[in-house]
């Protein structure tokens, strides 16, 4: 037998050693395909959501999948990445990318013990894991990791790498970094953060959401005293601020309220975006959407509406009410009263409020937006009166508002009444309006046809069906509240049909403009029949069924209408100034009554002149004290050339004559102003007779006493 010589068993031992290292090479090769180039590194970018901003340029909501706001390496307070550094890597400005010690450390407790143990990856090693990798508990993960976390040493100073890190990293409450954790946690940003606060922090890498102080909050506080003793330990901290930290009560700021005002706004700029941009844009892709929303009236109009309701339904005593519901309830079939507010600015179309309904936690259904129709009621009347007058009709045009009848083959199909059961006689077209009387307003589409009705609430921009009967004077047609509320801004502008703008402008990451909404408006109406409009429907705001908000406060001019549907299950009020147009509807959503008598004029009224006023004062200069000052001449409703005013007779329509006791002034298009004559011709009242409408309808007087 040959003896094995020493050199024979060097050259062995060498030749397995090369081998193995070839092994190791070639598998370090052929992982180090699978991980990022350097170059990728340099443009790595933290995932940033969609940031929304009110008109005033304040951030209102981010839409992201991983909550952040990120900060500076130089804003950071040392105490906060000392408490990092003493938990999570000791040795993180030493070491190169991987500490060495504590890996050998590792790979001998696994080969006496047989197991996995873990917590032994540096921050850089933590990092790279975060930025590339997953969290699968392999080897082959493991030896990626180190590689990239060599790159990224090789690549990034040790503030650079902390930087990302501390904006990167977990904290648990959907929190990614410690700016966004801080704020949520303590109310404060980071750089304000406390010693024990820090400690806090700084031991949620390790399990997120078991130590996240909200969920387990003694076990999180006995933890981060572990940051604490080794933060001491490491010289960080003296024993006097140890001691103090130690002791520390550290408290938690208050949950962010159950419901956010314009939650309704915000999903729908959420929705637009994700449906054109896509789900990962939304999310991930950094883009800034810069909005019209007042937030501060949208937050107290949400408040305002809800008080009232409220009052309201206890007043009622419904059944099931709002506050039978915790608020943070999500998501299930509101059989309470709901309510929504519309506001959108008439000269540029900015849409400044949208609430869609009381609590988005209970229902995403987005009342103004979403709902396919609800009957507006006598809410549909300032239409009515703008084809009557476009189509000769005037302010003093009188109608005779007795009890009227409709016949369909010699069979009464319909009796049409006034809110109050009662007859009025002779009215002017004004008065009709003011106090929302039914059957003037049916002998109007009877005269001059439903059609020319619908032709004037087209140009508004009511686009929903309008079916061509008599009943439509009455506001018994169906129409998207937003709509609604829009068409009145022709009114409101002097006769210009608005687009509504939801958004201004959308940026990306990089500043660079997507897209931008400018105003666009066309010419529907003539000037002076916009005008006469809104002087009819400032007379329902001055005396008749919204006089409630002069009661209440509100003395800036303003015209509108109220609205009431059929068992009362609809109340509205739509009302305007010469900057802002606001509606508020209430009702059920499965369309039960309000209550007997419960009319738009007491239902939607109360709450718009205090929302209105608020308006006024954030849209204001302010003095010393803050106070706005109001200036009223940029209020008033301009007066268009051909606008005439003439004395006229209250008991005939016609002009007055030299000692006429009841003589009051009264505006017309010039042209359209009545003589001094009697009116045996018919000149002023309006015709009466049969009409040749579709359904072959005619209407015939009856007396009272029938």
Known sequence: MKKITFWKVFFAVCCLFLFFIGILFALLQNLSKEIPPISELLQYEMKNGTKVYDNDGNLVKIFASEYRKNIRFSDMPDTLINAFVAIEDDSFFEHNGIDVIRLIKLVVMN??????????????????????????????????????????????????????????????????????????????????????????????????????????????????????????????????????????????ASKKKEKDSADYYLEYIRKYIENKYGTSQLYNGGLSVYTPMDYDLTCYADSMLNNHIKKFENKMDYDIKYEDFPPDTVDFDTKYIQGGIFAINPNNGYVTVMIGGRNFNHSKFNRMMQEPGRQPGSAFKPFLYTAAMANGFTPATMINDLPVVFMQSDTAFWKPMNYSEKNYGLTSLRTALQHSRNIPAVQIINNISPYEVIKYARRCGIDSYLPPYLSLALGTCVVKPSKLITAYSVFANGG??????????????????????????????????????????????????????????????????????????????????????????????????????????????PPWPYIMNRAVANSSPKDSTGKAIVDKELYEFPRPQGIIEKKISKSTGLLAKKFDSDAFTEIFIAGTEPTILSDSLGYNFEPLGYQDLELDTLFIYMDKKD
């Open 496 to 605: 210009n049909r608005i687009e509504p703008i939801y958004i201004k402008r959308i940026e990306n990451k990089t500043g660079e403009i997507l897209e931008q909404n400018f105003p666009k408006s066309s010419r529907v109406i003539s000037e002076k029949l916009a005008y006469m409009t809104n002087s009819l429907m400032q007379s329902v705001v001055n005396g008749g069924t919204a006089a409630g908000i002069r009661w209440r406060g509100f003395y800036l001019p303003a015209g509108g209408k109220t609205g009431t549907t059929d068992n009362f299950q609809d109340a509205w009020c739509i009302a305007f100034t010469r900057r802002l147009v606001l509606g508020i509807w209430v009702g059920f959503d499965d369309n039960i009554t309000l209550g007997k008598g419960q009319a738009g004029a007491y239902v939607a009224v």
């Open 111 to 252: 080969v006496f013990t047989l197991k996995k143990t873990k917590g032994t990856s540096t921050i850089t090693q933590q990092l790279a894991r975060d930025m590339f990798l997953n969290r699968d508990q392999t080897y082959t993960r493991k030896i990626k990791e180190m590689m990239l976390a060599f790159q990224i040493e090789r690549t990034f100073s040790k503030n650079q790498i902390l930087e990302m890190y501390l904006n990167k990293t977990y904290l648990g409450g959907g929190n990614y970094g410690v700016e966004s954790a801080a704020e949520n946690y303590f109310g404060k940003p980071a750089n304000e953060l406390n010693l024990a606060e820090c400690a806090v922090l700084a031991r949620l890498p390790q399990a997120p959401s078991y130590l996240n102080p909200r969920m387990n909050y003694e076990v999180s506080i006995k933890r981060s005293k572990q940051v604490l003793n080794r933060m001491y330990e490491l010289g960080y901290i003296n024993r006097q601020s140890y001691y103090k930290a130690y002791e520390d009560s550290v408290k938690l």
